[in-house]
């Protein structure tokens, strides 16, 4: 009989793998706003515009370029909070391959960003126009007047929450 401390079993999803799966999704966010940087600005037709064109498209790139800081620290808080669900989902897959872990990241990094999008139409609808159209807003108008704001309390402020805790809970835990 030995004394040894009980260990915990490795998670089903490295870090590294988690973390190139939300980096693989933040790039393309990065690509598509510097390409709809580009083309509005090529669309618009005004003195305005050719002058930011021709004098200042570098610095805006340039400054998108700066984003790219936010991105890294963004895709690591965002492997950090979404390896727990990973490791879930990768331990009920039979076969675990990196590949598979990045694209299960990936697609939970996408599932993710598509929440903060409705909880930010949900708060600023002004933004609705450029999250996509109206799905939202018809989504949550089938809900009773009554219980809209407790619907949207419970799903935009308690469960970000409950997610948080349970990431963090199994970051310590392990």
Known sequence: MTDSAPTTPAPAARFLPVLGGVSLFLVHQFAVAVWNLTHRADAMDNKFSKIAKEDFMGFLVGQNALMLIAYVILAVAGAFLLQPFVSWITGKIRFHRWWITMGIAWGLARLTNSF?????????????????????????????????SGVSFAVFSIFPLVVLGIALFWQIRR
């Open 116 to 148: 903060f999008i409705a909880r930010m139409v949900e708060s600023r609808p002004y933004f609705l126009p450029d999250a996509g159209g109206n799905w939202f807003s018809f989504a949550t108008q089938a809900l009773p007047a009554n219980l809209h």
